[in-house]
């Protein structure tokens, strides 16, 4: 059986650009997408804080060091400049495989500066 498990989060990265008329996707700063494991043309997930927009894409990337968080074509209608997303890919992997398995999340501040990074998400409480 192969399982769908979260591989990698940039979390609360912020849109830096929106450029509708760009021929697709989302561009992110290359050092993000490295710390990551976010790989160039992958497919991503974003989910929009600020809206609730939820869409598929895929990265390309932004110069390294940049900060750079760029939605681009028709997705550049989900988001605008300041929006807090989370974007988020995800792998397929056997049962054991996903035992061992641990994600890359990446925290980010409103300037997309790297605050932490870490493997696991804190049991949520009531």
Same mark, same amino acid.
């Given at each position: @059986? +192969?399982?769908?498990?979260?591989?990698?989060?940039?979390? +609360?990265?912020?849109?830096?650009?929106?450029?509708?008329?760009?021929?697709?996707?989302?561009?992110?700063?290359?050092?993000? @997408?490295?710390?990551? #494991? /976010?790989? &160039?043309?992958? +497919?991503?997930? /974003?989910?929009?804080?600020?809206?609730? &927009?939820?869409?598929?894409?895929? *990265?390309?990337?932004? &110069?390294? #060091?940049?900060?750079?968080?760029?939605?681009? #074509?028709?997705? *550049?209608?989900?988001?605008?400049?300041?929006?807090?997303?989370?974007?988020?890919?995800?792998?397929? @992997?056997?049962?054991?495989?996903?035992?061992?398995? &641990?994600?890359?999340?990446?925290?980010?501040?409103?300037?997309?500066?790297?605050?932490?990074?870490?493997?696991?998400?804190?049991? +949520? *409480?009531?």
């Amino acid at each position: @059986m +192969q399982l769908t498990l979260l591989k990698c989060k940039l979390h +609360q990265a912020r849109v830096t650009h929106a450029e509708l008329e760009y021929e697709g996707s989302c561009a992110i700063d290359e050092t993000l @997408m490295e710390t990551a #494991g /976010i790989r &160039e043309y992958e +497919q991503i997930h /974003i989910y929009n804080l600020a809206n609730g &927009e939820r869409f598929t894409t895929y *990265a390309i990337r932004a &110069e390294a #060091g940049s900060r750079v968080i760029s939605v681009n #074509g028709a997705a *550049a209608h989900k988001a605008s400049p300041g929006d807090r997303l989370i974007i988020c890919t995800y792998a397929a @992997m056997s049962e054991a495989e996903a035992d061992a398995f &641990e994600p890359n999340l990446v925290y980010l501040d409103e300037r997309n500066r790297i605050l932490r990074t870490g493997c696991r998400i804190p049991a +949520q *409480a009531a």
